[in-house]
């Protein structure tokens, strides 16, 4: 399954569907979306920035240890970049284990480092102009216990 960093939206059914075919052996699968929320109405657009090529090859290696460290059959990450609307998805995660406890540990462990480590720049259009999001130490903290 692997890796996507792309523009265009995709369809969460569709992916979660083929994702889990062909894996026999498995147990669980986990999929998480995520969204870009208006926080209150107060942000109209966020637009995600990053390096090609670099991104996907940080994406690739937080994967392969995922699958490592949680014994995966399969993972795969997606995430969009450019400009979007309160309500788009930004990315998803989807993870496949024998059991659930890895499939969701995986899932959270790639969350995690999405959230705070991802090579992705966000900026986000307010009423009162524009600025790039800044780590939180909430983000931090969640990627520590790793």
Not at 68 to 88: K, N, Q, S, T
């Amino acid at each position: 399954m692997g890796v996507r960093v792309q523009a265009e939206p995709f369809d969460f059914g569709a992916e979660a569907a083929a994702f889990g075919r062909g894996l026999p052996d498995v147990g669980a699968i986990v999929t998480f979306s995520g969204i870009v929320r208006a926080d209150g109405g107060a942000m109209s657009e966020m637009v995600i920035e990053h390096y090609p090529g670099m991104t996907e090859r940080a994406l690739g290696a937080i994967r392969a240890e995922a699958i490592a460290r949680f014994g995966l059959a399969e993972a795969l990450v997606i995430h969009r970049f450019g400009p979007m609307r309160p309500g788009d998805q930004i990315m998803m995660v989807a993870t496949a284990a024998r059991h659930r406890a890895d499939a969701f540990a995986a899932a959270e462990f790639l969350m995690d480092y999405l959230k705070s480590r991802a090579p992705f720049w966000k900026k986000e259009t307010r009423p009162d102009g524009t600025d790039w999001v800044a780590a939180r130490d909430e983000d931090e903290a969640a990627l520590r216990r790793w």
